[in-house]
């Protein structure tokens, strides 16, 4: 049984800054790739950033330069920093990794998600 726990979102006021934290638990072996995905309301969910277990990392081009993907291996835990935040940044944010178990092959695994309002 794996769980992905996300935490740090809220309320920000335009140009603001968060930081997103999502800590995968449970019977894990290994994880590889590790990313936030964002859902705004009628929109369809999109990837925000993803970080490799090399450490090579991709963004969406529209929050290249203010957001920041990072992970701590020892941990099993992603981060996503969140700068110069726009009101377009508001949605659900949702922690997304690439898990191995000690039962079955890498799989998929979503965190609850994380609500992130940017007022302007």
């Known amino acids: 049984q794996v769980q992905l726990v996300e935490s740090g979102g809220g309320l920000v006021q335009a140009g603001g800054s968060l930081r997103l934290s999502c800590a995968a638990s449970g019977s894990i072996f290994s994880i590889n790739a590790m990313a936030w995905y964002r859902q705004a309301p009628g929109e369809q969910r999109e990837l925000v950033a993803a970080i490799f277990s090399g450490g090579s990392t991709k963004y969406a081009d529209s929050v290249k330069g203010r957001f920041t993907i990072s992970r701590d291996n020892a941990k099993n835990t992603v981060y996503l920093q969140m700068n110069s935040l726009k009101p377009e940044d508001t949605a659900v944010y949702y922690c997304?990794?690439?898990?191995?178990?000690?039962?079955?092959?890498?799989?998929?695994?979503w965190g609850q998600g994380t609500q992130v309002t940017v007022s302007s």
């Open positions: 997304n990794a690439d898990i191995r178990t000690g039962f079955s092959p890498e799989r998929d695994y």
